[in-house]
């Protein structure tokens, strides 16, 4: 069965750093997500992506974060200047269109912050 | 902030069916319930959606009421790998819907042996 895959499972960088996080959606999807889950809290939305520009984005989502395709296969989180309240599981997601019915999450990166 | 109230905990015995409900007093016409689960800090799974008919697949049913105020998942025969976080979700599908999905806190389900 088709999954999404994120590397690395575990970055650990220091505040100031810039981390790129690497996702590989499905290959047929269209639509690309970006979740993060701070420990012990909600699942929260970031970002979406189609067609090469941001569809929807949250408030979490400032210009600290930035989101590229820069390949057919890879979908990428950008965080330029880390802080320590980043520390977060990032969950990416794809689907095959906006109306899917079901989004498709790889396991997640868990970037630490020190 | 999600729509959807569900309770924090629940347990049910290896075996047993699992009825995990879902008040979504607000939602809308055209809004849709969604069902993902977590595993563990593992990325959230799809289970199950439906608008206002019951629906079955081979995970889960959803019973919605007929005044879609609240919903029940029902895992027929629960194991000890449904032992998760359940999230009931409410969005719309169609007309505009940017896709993301808002989750709350859900149910953290416990299946014992």
């Known amino acids: 069965e088709p999954e999404v895959t994120q590397t690395p499972s575990h970055q650990v960088t220091q505040m100031g750093q810039e981390v790129i996080l690497r996702c590989v959606p499905i290959?047929?999807?269209?639509?690309f997500y970006w979740y993060r889950q701070i420990l012990g809290q909600k699942v929260e939305f970031l970002v979406s992506f189609y067609n090469n520009e941001i569809s929807e984005k949250s408030e979490i989502f400032d210009d600290q974060f930035s989101v590229e395709r820069p390949d057919g296969s890879n979908f990428t989180l950008k965080i330029r200047s880390t802080k320590l309240e980043d520390s977060a599981m990032y969950f990416c997601a794809s689907s095959q269109d906006r109306a899917s019915y079901e989004q498709y999450f790889g396991p997640g990166t868990r970037l630490t912050v020190t | 902030d999600a729509k959807t109230t569900q309770p924090p905990s629940m347990d049910c015995a290896e075996g047993r069916a699992a009825n995990l409900p879902c008040n979504h007093s607000t939602i809308s016409g055209n809004e849709y319930v969604y069902w993902y689960r977590q595993i563990h800090s593992q990325g959230p799974q799809y289970i199950i959606h439906?608008?206002?008919n019951n629906e079955t697949n081979e995970m889960a049913s959803l019973i919605i009421t007929e005044d879609r105020k609240s919903s029940t998942l029902i895992l027929p025969h629960a194991t000890l790998r449904d032992t998760a976080v359940y999230y009931c979700?409410?969005?719309?599908?169609?007309?505009?819907?940017?896709?993301?999905?808002?989750f709350g806190k859900g149910t953290k389900l416990s299946v014992k042996p």
């Open positions: 290959s047929n999807h269209l639509y």
């Open positions: 979700i409410v969005r719309r599908n169609y007309g505009g819907s940017q896709g993301n999905l808002i």
């Open positions: 439906g608008l206002k």
